[in-house]
């Protein structure tokens, strides 16, 4: 069985820097922006450079990394300043994605099992545990691929919306990376990719991930999808998860929701592949998810073209909650939790632990 082997990096660790491939430019141009600090990587969660809830907490990590060892010369007090600083700006950057916080608060816990007053020694801590969360993403969505690549039938045609693969993660993607392990097991796959309106990130992600892969992919507009259903023409439904509240409610790219309710209306599977880390046992439901809004100028065109009215009022809300009844199952590196519910998750991280 062989694997995929990715023709790209999400980020990577190159001469003391952290680089990101720059979603912003794909699929025209693939390029890779480097960054030496805290603020800086706050700056490409912010926007957009690297996104995926994953790929975000990663990101956070080697940005905690950077700015220790920015001050690794500096004096323990300074050091200490600005490493708070760093956890701070880091945590701004962007809202929803609970991976983001599960990083630094796992940043955290390393900084202060370190040796006190050893600014060097952290510095190496702390580099070592943000290498260690990446190389772990990758583990998970492999264990996430097998389990969930079990549940596709041979010939199946899977929708997806936004992007869950490589570019959303360290590496082999979460709800694509349960498409690739399929493959890689010998299965005849094909994917509908929804455009994901409007930062088109299944248009100029997904669709660009699987043709690199050599997956067959066909790239519908976002609102075809229910059509395609009412036609018998799509078998299971696999998308990601930024945050997932404690009795199963899913947040994840605004659009989830309609296409969790269609499937539903169709009687198609609906299965949310995502980490354990994805998972915030502190939010009792779905309503207490914070959902971030970005700028209208993503609704009214993208990049130099513009396609509304310059002064329209605009509403850009970039997640959407879907309940957890309209859930077939979670993926995770654990195994597969169907009909997610508050007693199956809690079980579900009580095994974790052990």
Known sequence: MAGFHSKFDTLRWCDGRLEMIDQRLLPAEVAYISYESAASVADGIRDMVVRGAPAIGCAAAYGVALEALRMQRRSAEEFKTGLDSAFEVLAASRPTAVNLFWALARMREIWQSCVPGDVKASAACLLDAAHQIFHADIAANRRMGEFGAELIADGASILTHCNAGALATAGHGTALGVIRSAVEAGKKISVFADETRPFLQGARLTAWELMQDGIPVTLIAD??????????????????????????????????????????????????????????????????????????SEVRGYRDLQWAPKLVNVRNPVFDVTPAELVTGLITELGVVLAPNTEKIAQLLRSAER
């Open 223 to 296: 609102n075809a999808a229910g059509h395609l259903m009412s036609r018998g023409e799509i078998d299971v439904i696999i998308v990601g998860a930024d945050r997932i509240a404690a009795n199963g409610d899913v947040a994840n790219k605004v659009g989830t929701y309609q296409v969790a309710v269609l499937a539903q209306r169709h009687r198609i599977p609906f299965y949310v592949a995502a980490p354990l880390s994805t998972i915030d046992a502190q939010i009792a439901d779905g309503s207490e998810i914070p959902i971030e809004e970005r700028a209208a």
